[in-house]
């Protein structure tokens, strides 16, 4: 058995989740299952988007450009999640979003 250490940075981001391009573009991901599954969530495909809609993903930032697993979301979805990585500072590694409109993070 291996392991390595990573990053993670957990963002709290009910206004992606209530963003209906960002709503459409996790349903058709995560309703793919098996292998063509785009998309690591918990959230059910064509449910409200919830607590517990959480998604992962990795992200590779650069000073003028990124990539990530989940690079083909709606460009100003993908757009907002760079800006923040970039704003505190976090270059790669896993991103957890949240959706915690009654519990945030601070």
């Given amino acids: 058995?291996?392991?390595?250490?990573?990053?993670?940075?957990?963002?709290?981001?009910p206004e992606l989740f209530a963003d209906p391009e960002f709503a459409a573009w996790l349903n058709a991901g995560s309703a793919t299952g098996g292998a063509d599954n785009r998309v690591a969530t918990w959230h059910v495909p064509d449910e409200p988007m919830g607590g517990?809609?959480?998604?992962?993903?990795?992200?590779?930032?650069?000073?003028?450009?990124?990539?990530g697993s989940d690079d083909d979301m709606p460009e100003p979805c993908w757009d907002a999640i760079v800006s923040h990585c970039r704003a505190?500072?976090?270059?790669h590694g896993v991103v957890w979003l949240t959706n915690l409109q009654d519990y945030p993070l601070d």
Avoid: A, P, Q
């Fill in 1 to 13: 058995m291996t392991s390595e250490r990573g990053h993670l940075l957990k963002i709290n981001c």
């Fill in 52 to 67: 517990y809609s959480d998604l992962f993903g990795t992200i590779y930032v650069t000073d003028d450009g990124s990539e």
């Fill in 88 to 91: 505190v500072g976090f270059r």
